[in-house]
């Protein structure tokens, strides 16, 4: 949701994020542009916004510009992913001279385009991604060109991983500059994303993981959170609209626009318990349309009757709003703080906390 409009990109990086799931345009298309004399730019536009200026796509790009943050930040210039794809791990080849050779050549005859390859120094084992629908028949036909390897042992499994996603880091800015992998892999682990398997080519312009597709989204936004393309999300629970509670709400309803424009990290409270012992929470009535949303002290005060709760300063200088009421922001749902979780969790958002008040 926090996506935006890239105002310039490469010619390189527009063939990169093409390749990893752009739908505007398509890797060849941009050729002619590269190959002419001199080179001609490229303009995206939406013919349903004339006014807007779109993308320009050219010899270099904004993630080369001096107007970001840090080294790391100006890296990347977007991210990008491939849904339904499945892994292949053919493993236990050490040894076997133009085994490498034989495999590939099996999967072109058999008509399968492999979209990405990992492979260890060691020879072991070699890692290809192609398309869902076509992993059955890669199988089938590597099985068979390898009967004898499989029988003897040389080979001692071939599996398949599906449904998984590519994401992949685009950006001419990585090259030559230390700490983006760290950040890209420190990101998805903190999204709590499983990774399965990882290829970089030497250019340094792309970075691509494979993961779950259950996890794609979430790594995703972990990752554009990561290199300050957008805020970071974070979900919150609250329990106990006491003194402390009360101020709690008032704190983080005052603060969060300095968090988002000084820290890029966004609170959003999604439900709040009266009390450990209360058998209704009060959560947002949008949760899956909105994600920019928050439970505010006048919302809460809406959903729970409009008054001030007990402990609550008579002079609060968060004035009750009358506009704000439970049919546009809040609602009332039961289950108390056992059911908490089910507002704050999210496989999307790989950030979440509960204040016990």
Same mark, same amino acid.
């Given at each position: 949701?926090?996506?935006?409009?890239?105002?310039?990109?490469?010619?390189?990086? #527009?063939?990169?994020?093409?390749?990893?799931?752009?739908?505007?345009?398509?890797?060849?298309?941009?050729?002619? #542009?590269?190959?002419?004399?001199?080179?001609?730019?490229?303009?995206?536009?939406?013919?349903?916004?004339?006014?807007?200026?779109?993308?320009?796509?050219?010899?270099?790009?904004?993630?080369?510009?001096?107007?970001?943050?840090?080294?790391?930040?100006?890296?990347?210039?977007?991210?990008?992913?491939?849904?339904?794809?499945?892994?292949?791990?053919?493993?236990?080849?050490?040894?076997?001279?133009?085994?490498?050779?034989?495999?590939?050549?099996? &999967?072109?005859?058999?008509?399968?385009?492999?979209?990405?390859?990992?492979?260890?120094?060691?020879?072991?084992?070699?890692?290809? #991604?192609?398309?869902?629908?076509?992993?059955?028949?890669?199988?089938?036909?590597?099985?068979?060109?390898?009967?004898?390897?499989?029988?003897?042992?040389?080979?001692?499994?071939?599996?398949?991983?599906?449904?998984?996603?590519?994401?992949?880091?685009?950006?001419?800015?990585?090259?030559?500059?230390?700490?983006?992998?760290?950040?890209?892999?420190?990101?998805?682990?903190?999204?709590?994303?499983?990774?399965?398997?990882?290829?970089?080519?030497?250019?340094?312009?792309?970075?691509?993981?494979?993961?779950?597709?259950?996890?794609?989204?979430?790594?995703?936004?972990?990752?554009?959170?990561?290199?300050?393309?957008?805020?970071?999300?974070?979900?919150?629970? &609250?329990?106990?609209?006491?003194?402390?509670?009360?101020?709690?709400?008032?704190?983080?309803?005052?603060?969060?626009?300095?968090?988002?424009?000084?820290?890029?990290?966004?609170?959003?409270?999604?439900?709040?318990?009266?009390?450990?012992?209360?058998?209704?929470?009060?959560? &947002?009535?949008?949760?899956?349309?909105?994600?920019?949303?928050?439970?505010?002290?006048?919302?809460?005060?809406?959903?729970?009757?409009?008054?001030?709760?007990?402990?609550?300063?008579?002079?609060?200088?968060?004035?009750?709003?009358?506009?704000?009421?439970?049919?546009?922001?809040?609602?009332?749902?039961?289950?108390?703080?056992? #059911?908490?979780?089910?507002?704050?969790?999210?496989?999307?958002?790989?950030?979440?906390?509960?204040?016990?008040?």
């Amino acid at each position: 949701p926090h996506a935006h409009v890239i105002s310039e990109v490469s010619y390189n990086e #527009a063939m990169e994020l093409a390749y990893f799931g752009a739908k505007v345009i398509h890797p060849k298309c941009v050729l002619p #542009a590269i190959i002419s004399e001199p080179h001609i730019p490229i303009y995206i536009r939406n013919t349903f916004n004339p006014s807007f200026p779109g993308s320009r796509i050219y010899t270099s790009s904004t993630s080369t510009s001096t107007s970001a943050r840090s080294v790391c930040d100006k890296a990347v210039s977007g991210f990008s992913s491939i849904e339904r794809i499945a892994m292949i791990n053919v493993e236990g080849m050490a040894g076997n001279q133009g085994f490498a050779r034989r495999l590939f050549a099996t &999967l072109e005859v058999c008509g399968v385009s492999l979209i990405l390859i990992s492979q260890a120094s060691s020879d072991h084992t070699i890692t290809f #991604a192609c398309a869902a629908t076509q992993a059955d028949d890669a199988k089938h036909a590597i099985e068979e060109e390898f009967q004898r390897e499989l029988r003897q042992k040389h080979i001692s499994s071939i599996d398949i991983k599906a449904p998984c996603s590519i994401i992949a880091a685009v950006g001419d800015g990585m090259s030559q500059t230390a700490g983006v992998s760290g950040r890209f892999f420190t990101a998805l682990g903190e999204a709590r994303i499983n990774i399965l398997a990882i290829s970089q080519g030497c250019s340094e312009r792309n970075i691509s993981a494979v993961v779950w597709q259950k996890d794609s989204t979430r790594a995703l936004r972990g990752v554009h959170a990561a290199f300050r393309l957008s805020h970071t999300t974070v979900y919150v629970g &609250l329990v106990g609209m006491n003194d402390v509670g009360d101020s709690l709400l008032k704190l983080l309803e005052s603060q969060r626009s300095r968090l988002r424009d000084e820290f890029e990290i966004d609170l959003q409270v999604r439900a709040v318990a009266d009390s450990g012992s209360s058998l209704d929470l009060i959560t &947002l009535k949008n949760l899956d349309e909105k994600y920019t949303d928050s439970i505010t002290i006048q919302a809460y005060n809406a959903a729970t009757g409009g008054a001030l709760l007990l402990g609550a300063p008579a002079s609060s200088s968060v004035a009750f709003d009358s506009s704000c009421t439970k049919e546009t922001l809040t609602a009332v749902q039961s289950g108390g703080i056992a #059911a908490i979780p089910d507002y704050v969790k999210s496989d999307d958002i790989p950030h979440s906390i509960i204040f016990d008040c």
